[in-house]
């Protein structure tokens, strides 16, 4: 490849004309073969997200089949000053929901039955989605999207909840932190410090810098491995650690922090929205 | 790139695809994209999906480049050639994360970088820029078949040492050498294997006389 190393001939106006248009003709060509394969394959992306989502919901709530989910969205309708909560079966597409409105200050102004596939009226903005496990027609458990402000990007959690609005499990399902050091904060031993906490424990969490204790980080690694004994560990260890704070992941007390206050944040928000729909969505199948 | 092609009668599609899996095998005989090799072949399935994600890229943007060349300006063919195996290599992820999820969410992060991989590119300025459509297709399907057999070999190796396992199967209790499964492993197994791939050819050619088909060289 000696050859290289001689110097090009310089080029003129056309010749660069010429290779502007090669490379712009290449990139337009290149970006309309990937919008027919995204419109092809979105949808299927989508779904397998639902089943993804539906598969970690059932898990994080420890459900059978026995139990139905329904997802409600929350949405704000900014010129009307009122939020709008849609409940619907999840998944299934095209199912008749409900539909429940109240004004910003917590007051009902409205609610109706939406047949399946309604749109939704224009200029709402999303604000947040809940999923409800229901069985025997009482609830057996919660699922709450939040989200806080990571390290760089927003982090998204959900937090499954008991009846008792304690916490049953914690998932960070996306995020953008450092790998090795934020990134920590999504792995299942992190999450395991939030596992059985009550609601009134969780609101006033907070994070410590602290070294964690190596037998409460060992109880956390087996229940994360789901080992035999983990959750017995857990539970012999839970007594002395609910009272104390969440241990930042060493290096990234910004994000253990920031997924802290998101769940502090999330369970508090459910827990006064609940309060407000369990009336209007008790009649749910 | 010390690839020399071969002046003369052209290669046959069944030379050019031994030539990829063996004389000229990515991993074990180029030791080009050492580095993917390494990362994702911790289990035979791993190996199994980013090889047939390459094979694909290399058979696709080898066909693409000899349906193409004439149309590509000489002074930026290999920023050319890159857009065409990233518009692939976008394809075939996008496909992935809607059709195989779960496969999706542990190599998906690699995936993404066969755009830089090393052999595809070559292949590209090397073979498929110089040569008709019918053989730079069976090379772009050796080369890839070359490298997803060296990553299903690699994947076997350290599945079945490190997890005690083959293609998710358990076959021995615990993890008999764990090591194994770590990267460091990941490049004790890829020279063991070059080794014994050194080895076989060199019995196989002492006695055959056969220099394979278009191997002229060493690495």
Request: charged share 20%; glycine share 10%.
């Given at each position: 490849?000696s050859?290289?190393?001689?110097?090009?001939p310089?080029?003129?106006?056309a010749?660069?004309?010429r290779?502007?248009?090669?490379?712009?003709v290449?990139?337009l060509?290149?970006?309309a073969?990937?919008?027919?394969v995204?419109?092809?394959?979105?949808r299927?992306?989508?779904?397998?997200?639902?089943?993804?989502?539906?598969?970690?919901?059932?898990?994080?709530?420890?459900?059978?089949?026995t139990a139905?989910?329904?997802e409600?969205k929350?949405?704000?309708?900014?010129?009307?000053?009122?939020?709008?909560?849609r409940?619907?079966?999840?998944?299934?597409?095209g199912?008749?929901?409900?539909e429940?409105?109240?004004?910003?200050?917590?007051r009902?102004?409205?609610?109706?039955d939406?047949?399946?596939?309604?749109?939704l009226a224009?200029?709402?903005?999303?604000?947040?989605?809940?999923?409800?496990?229901?069985?025997?027609?009482?609830?057996?458990?919660?699922?709450?999207?939040?989200?806080?402000?990571?390290?760089k990007?927003?982090?998204r959690?959900?937090?499954?909840?008991?009846?008792?609005?304690?916490?049953?499990?914690?998932r960070?399902?996306?995020?953008?932190?450092d790998p090795?050091?934020g990134?920590?904060?999504?792995?299942?031993?992190?999450?395991?410090?939030?596992?059985?906490?009550?609601?009134?424990e969780?609101?006033?969490?907070?994070v410590?810098?602290?070294?964690?204790?190596?037998?409460?980080r060992?109880a956390l690694?087996?229940m994360?491995k789901?080992?035999p004994?983990?959750?017995?560990?857990?539970?012999?260890?839970?007594?002395?650690?609910?009272?104390?704070?969440?241990?930042?992941?060493?290096g990234?007390?910004?994000?253990?922090?920031?997924v802290?206050?998101?769940?502090?944040?999330?369970?508090?928000?459910?827990?006064?929205?609940w309060?407000l729909?369990e009336?209007?969505?008790?009649?749910l199948? | 790139m010390?690839?020399?092609?071969?002046?003369?009668?052209a290669p046959?599609?069944?030379?050019?695809?031994?030539?990829?899996?063996?004389?000229?095998?990515p991993?074990?005989r180029?030791?080009?994209?050492?580095?993917?090799a390494?990362?994702?072949t911790?289990t035979?399935?791993?190996g199994?999906?980013l090889?047939?994600a390459?094979?694909?890229v290399?058979?696709?943007?080898?066909?693409?480049?000899?349906?193409?060349?004439?149309?590509i300006?000489?002074?930026?063919?290999?920023?050319?050639y890159?857009?065409?195996?990233?518009v692939?290599v976008?394809?075939?992820?996008?496909?992935?994360?809607?059709?195989?999820?779960?496969?999706?969410?542990?190599?998906?992060?690699?995936?993404?970088?066969?755009?830089?991989?090393?052999?595809?590119i070559?292949r590209?300025?090397?073979?498929?820029?110089r040569?008709p459509?019918?053989?730079?297709?069976?090379?772009?399907?050796?080369?890839?078949?070359g490298?997803?057999?060296?990553?299903?070999?690699?994947?076997?190796?350290?599945?079945?040492?490190?997890?005690?396992?083959?293609?998710?199967i358990?076959?021995?209790?615990g993890?008999?050498?764990?090591?194994?499964?770590?990267?460091?492993?990941?490049?004790?197994?890829?020279?063991l294997?070059?080794?014994?791939?050194?080895w076989?050819?060199?019995?196989?050619?002492?006695?055959?006389?056969?220099?394979?088909?278009?191997?002229?060289?060493?690495?």
């Amino acid at each position: 490849m000696s050859a290289a190393l001689r110097p090009l001939p310089k080029l003129g106006p056309a010749e660069i004309l010429r290779i502007v248009a090669s490379m712009t003709v290449a990139c337009l060509a290149g970006a309309a073969m990937l919008g027919a394969v995204f419109m092809a394959t979105d949808r299927y992306r989508a779904a397998a997200a639902l089943r993804g989502e539906r598969a970690a919901i059932r898990d994080m709530l420890a459900l059978d089949s026995t139990a139905t989910l329904v997802e409600v969205k929350q949405f704000l309708a900014p010129e009307r000053r009122q939020v709008v909560y849609r409940a619907a079966p999840l998944g299934a597409e095209g199912a008749p929901g409900h539909e429940v409105t109240f004004t910003l200050d917590g007051r009902p102004a409205g609610e109706r039955d939406v047949a399946g596939g309604t749109p939704l009226a224009a200029g709402l903005v999303p604000l947040g989605r809940m999923f409800v496990a229901k069985r025997a027609g009482v609830p057996a458990g919660f699922v709450v999207e939040g989200e806080s402000r990571g390290f760089k990007k927003r982090i998204r959690m959900f937090v499954a909840l008991r009846p008792d609005f304690s916490i049953a499990d914690m998932r960070v399902i996306e995020h953008e932190e450092d790998p090795g050091l934020g990134a920590e904060v999504a792995t299942p031993w992190f999450r395991g410090q939030f596992v059985d906490r009550s609601a009134d424990e969780v609101a006033k969490l907070d994070v410590t810098k602290d070294p964690m204790p190596e037998d409460w980080r060992a109880a956390l690694l087996a229940m994360a491995k789901r080992s035999p004994g983990g959750s017995a560990r857990h539970a012999a260890l839970l007594p002395r650690e609910r009272a104390k704070p969440i241990y930042a992941v060493t290096g990234a007390t910004i994000s253990s922090r920031a997924v802290t206050d998101g769940v502090r944040a999330t369970v508090d928000h459910f827990r006064r929205r609940w309060a407000l729909l369990e009336p209007h969505l008790g009649g749910l199948r | 790139m010390s690839t020399v092609l071969l002046p003369g009668p052209a290669p046959t599609a069944r030379q050019l695809i031994l030539n990829g899996i063996f004389a000229e095998n990515p991993v074990f005989r180029l030791a080009l994209s050492l580095c993917p090799a390494v990362a994702v072949t911790t289990t035979v399935a791993n190996g199994l999906l980013l090889g047939v994600a390459v094979l694909l890229v290399q058979v696709l943007s080898s066909v693409t480049v000899t349906l193409v060349r004439g149309f590509i300006h000489p002074r930026v063919r290999i920023p050319v050639y890159t857009i065409i195996i990233a518009v692939w290599v976008s394809a075939i992820d996008m496909t992935l994360a809607a059709f195989t999820p779960a496969l999706y969410a542990q190599v998906g992060l690699y995936v993404k970088l066969i755009v830089a991989f090393a052999i595809i590119i070559s292949r590209l300025e090397v073979f498929a820029s110089r040569q008709p459509l019918v053989p730079s297709f069976f090379d772009g399907l050796g080369m890839g078949l070359g490298f997803l057999f060296a990553l299903v070999v690699i994947g076997a190796m350290r599945e079945l040492l490190g997890a005690g396992s083959l293609a998710g199967i358990p076959l021995a209790p615990g993890k008999p050498l764990l090591f194994f499964a770590l990267p460091a492993g990941g490049f004790f197994s890829i020279a063991l294997l070059m080794a014994l791939f050194n080895w076989v050819e060199r019995r196989t050619t002492g006695k055959s006389s056969a220099g394979g088909a278009g191997g002229t060289h060493g690495v």
